[in-house]
């Protein structure tokens, strides 16, 4: 079922996305033409996509400039867990049709709460060192705290949190 989940999510992003670069006023969103230089930016471009009542795993490649050129739905998981992977969130990566430079990872909580947790933390250093390996570095992990009553406003940097470094 997440597969299937996963799917419909890809295609309606693909959809969003080439929307958006068309310049389709409903679907305008400067976020995707603009360098992702905060976790504002991050939060602007994958709240609309995230649920409320299950965890998304997000992972957004960028160019050069810090332009988005792929926002991929890693994982679904449940009200409080998502299993990611670093080898999926890789593979991503190397396999994209074009040359991605940097990434960025975003996860809802549906609880609200964007704390990072203690999984959180373990697999953000996991994934720092394997884009270390490769020569693609982790700029930011952004948890997005995503319940009810939860303000536009309640994410979580980990790199403003100091939990990118050792």
């Known amino acids: 079922m997440a597969s299937a989940l ?9 959809s969003y996305l080439a929307k958006a ?6 679907y305008d969103n400067s976020a ?3 360098p992702i230089i905060g976790p504002e930016c991050v939060v602007d471009l994958v709240r609309p996509l995230m649920e409320q009542e299950r965890e998304n795993f997000y992972l957004i490649m960028l160019n050069t400039r810090n332009r988005p050129i792929a926002v991929e739905l890693i994982s679904v998981g449940s009200l409080n867990a998502s299993i990611v992977h670093p080898r999926e969130v890789m593979r991503a990566i190397l396999t994209h049709s074009q040359p991605v430079a940097s990434f960025v990872l975003s996860h809802n909580h549906p609880s609200g709460d964007p ?3 203690d999984d959180d933390i373990g697999i ?24 009810p009553d939860a303000p536009s406003s ?10 990118l470094g050792r």
């Open 124 to 147: 953000t250093q996991r994934l720092i060192d394997a884009g270390e390996l490769i020569g693609i570095p982790l700029l930011d992990h952004v948890i997005v705290g995503n319940g």
């Open 21 to 26: 670069r068309e310049g389709n006023p409903i």
């Open 32 to 34: 995707l033409n603009d």
């Open 154 to 163: 309640n994410y979580h940097s980990m790199r403003a949190g100091g939990e």
């Open 6 to 14: 996963a799917k419909r999510k890809s295609k309606a992003l693909v």
């Open 115 to 117: 704390r990072p947790s």
